[in-house]
T-cell receptor
Framework: GQQLNQSPQSMFIQEGEDVSMNCTSSSIFNTWLWYKQDPGEGPVLLIALYKAGELTSNGRLTAQFGITRKDSFLNISASIPSDVGIYFCAGHRGGAQKLVFGQGTRLTINP | DVKVTQSSRYLVKRTGEKVFLECVQDMDHENMFWYRQDPGLGLRLIYFSYDVKMKEKGDIPEGYSVSREKKERFSLILESASTNQTSMYLC????????????FGSGTQLSVL
């Protein structure tokens, strides 16, 4: 099945740095989502985007739905230790369609 | 607090054993899903169900089956476990109409020796 191309696969940063990651697809999605998986837990929904060009924030997190509808971006500002985990992008075409996930970006933060 | 509960956090089984992974949700969701998570491969859909007694194959159903006898419970079955089925298994549920908003369990790390 199709998967989204998510990058980078891993990031090692210092506490306080900003983080950027992105997700691309060869086909269009109607909804883009970002999930975060804490160590030892299942993924939790962070942000859902429903309109091309939409920019949505959740605290220090900001995500954008690309204008082409084939990509999405997630930024984290001023990273803190609890930001550690795996971030997954996901695309949805609507209705009863299944979610398509990216490979994940593993974020590690050095204090 | 809404919950998706997976019966085991860790399981160790032997090759050829029949393995049952259980998942229960308390949100009255119609939709339930089983994913496996492997490093570098993200989340891959094994099977899903949109109603009791209904099941659909996902992207990697080979070697797996499922059972949904009650709305709140969705079981994943490995008929004859193999070492390449060693993985993290995640159960999820969602409501129709907001099918993109999945609620995940904490996962079962299965090791097949």
């Amino acid at each position: 099945g199709q998967q989204l191309n998510q990058s980078p696969q891993s990031m090692f940063i210092q506490e306080g740095e900003d983080v950027s990651m992105n997700c691309t697809s060869s086909s269009i999605f109607n909804t883009w989502l970002w999930y975060k998986q804490d160590p030892g837990e299942g993924p939790v929904l962070l942000i859902a985007l429903y309109k091309a060009g939409e920019l949505t924030s959740n605290g220090r997190l900001t995500a954008q739905f690309g204008i082409t509808r084939k990509d999405s971006f997630l930024n984290i500002s001023a990273s803190i230790p609890s930001d550690v985990g795996i971030y997954f992008c996901a695309g949805h075409r609507g209705g009863a369609q299944k979610l398509v996930f990216g490979q994940g970006t593993r974020l590690t933060i050095n204090p | 607090d809404v919950k998706v509960t997976q019966s085991s956090r860790y399981l160790v089984k032997r090759t050829g054993e029949k393995v049952f992974l259980e998942c229960v949700q308390d949100m009255d969701h119609e939709n339930m899903f089983w994913y496996r998570q492997d490093p570098g491969l993200g989340l891959r859909l094994i099977y899903f169900s949109y109603d009791v007694k209904m099941k659909e194959k996902g992207d990697i159903p080979e070697g797996y089956s499922v059972s949904r006898e009650k709305k709140e419970r969705f079981s994943l079955i490995l008929e004859s476990a193999s070492t390449n089925q060693t993985s993290m298994y995640l159960c999820a549920s969602s409501s129709p109409g907001v099918g993109e908003k999945l609620f995940f369990g904490s996962g079962t790390q299965l090791s097949v020796l």
